[in-house]
């Protein structure tokens, strides 16, 4: 008859008291690590929910911007636009004015009376305005 060899059912180290604080030792370390990963995954969740947030609220400032641009720009372009029909009409009545002037200076020399002629302003304001605008690059990096 053959003899049986009885392993034992668990592994020697079990047994052993020599392996029991070994054990001890791994299955703390072992816990302490999946807390360790399991606080790390949090934190790195965190973070993404963090910088989620941060690009979300990032987009609708720059949204925000965009909009107030577009809306200075548009006034800006509906103001030059006045400005220019104001200083038009400004030329076109200080030319009548030198017309009407040239009409006072020959109706005084033909009728030998003294007329008087008002002057044409030197005013800065019919000289047109120049003003530095810099180049609309927005959403463009340089």
Known sequence: MAASVQRPASSGSESDPRYANIDERKRKRMLSN????????MKKR??????CNEVSLLQKENSRLSKEIN???QNYIEMESANNL???????LTERLRS???????VEEVNGYAVEIPE????????????????ANYGVSQ
């Open 120 to 135: 044409i302003p030197d005013d800065p304001l019919f000289k047109p305005l120049v003003v530095a605008v810099p180049e």
């Open 86 to 92: 104001l200083r038009a009409e400004a030329m076109g």
């Open 71 to 73: 809306a200075s720009t």
């Open 100 to 106: 009407l002037n040239s009409v006072l200076h020959i």
């Open 34 to 41: 999946r807390e360790s990963a399991r606080r790390s995954r």
């Open 46 to 51: 965190k973070l993404m929910e963090d910088l």
